[in-house]
């Protein structure tokens, strides 16, 4: 966490001292041979190019952002779905009772210590996979005779069955991430933007100055946020494996 503060915070400054550079080195030749008319045409293009930028901006964060709030209730619903299975297996006779509240806890555990520290690299766990197949292989392998528990017993099975539902839909979203492309065009275009506003028309050094440094800062902010929420498992701004972790102090509590 501490890192990614100062990574962001290096990225601000180093953005901020950039443009306040450039607009204090380019401030005498702009002010002392542009005509007027070029301070016109500078005008049109930035605002131009700021409009498009900030429909761009917009629209990525909209996406990263929808990206984020799903992954975050995929891992919350399959926490409350494995509750529901340990609860539900209250109505099986024993050994299938334990045997498969024993599976649900190492299976919920191995997402909070083993998966979780992996999905911040973008790949599963292959224990907490192992330990998921585990879950599947003995509720399948269950005998039930009386018509309470063959009922206790199809509730368990549909919900394993929306534990395998949500664990695919979490593991597919680790391919989710804004291209590189995107990145490029992002970087590229916030870059013009900062030049062209160091060429805008401004008598006073220190006022374009500290104008262009708040504009590199804005920018730097915006991209910073954008890549936090394109990384939900690892971002400042992370998905955090408490749902699960409730989940078995409530079963198991």
């Known amino acids: ?51 498009l930028y900030a429909v761009l901006v917009a629209f990525v964060i909209y996406i990263v952002w929808g990206h984020y709030d799903s992954s975050s209730r995929v891992a919350q619903l399959e926490a409350a779905a494995l509750t529901d299975v340990a609860r539900i297996a209250l ?37 907490a996979l192992q330990a998921y197949r585990q879950l599947w292989d003995y509720a399948l392998a269950v005998k039930v005779t009386g018509s309470q528990e063959l009922v206790a017993y199809e509730y368990c099975l549909t919900h394993l069955s929306k534990v395998r539902d949500l664990r695919m839909e979490r593991v597919a979203q680790l391919s989710l991430s804004v291209s590189w492309y995107t990145w490029t065009v992002l970087i590229l275009l916030g870059s013009s933007l900062v030049v062209l506003a160091s060429f805008l028309a401004c008598a006073s050094r220190r006022s374009r100055v500290w104008q262009v440094g708040l504009l590199a800062v804005t920018l730097a902010l915006l991209l910073t946020l954008i890549a936090d929420l394109d990384h939900p498992w690892s971002g400042l701004v992370r998905i955090t494996p408490e749902p699960y972790e409730a989940g078995l102090r409530y079963w198991k509590g």
């Open 1 to 51: 966490m501490l890192y990614l503060l100062l990574r962001n915070a290096a990225i601000v400054i180093l953005a901020a001292v950039s443009g306040s550079a450039l607009a204090w080195i380019i401030h005498d030749r702009s002010s002392a041979t542009q005509p007027r008319s070029d301070d016109v045409l500078a005008g049109l293009v930035f605002q131009l190019v700021g409009t």
């Open 91 to 127: 109505g099986l006779p024993e050994p299938a009772r334990s045997g498969i509240r024993e599976r649900v806890e190492h299976y919920t555990r191995r997402v909070i210590d083993e998966e979780w520290p992996s999905m911040r690299e973008w790949k599963e766990a292959p224990d």
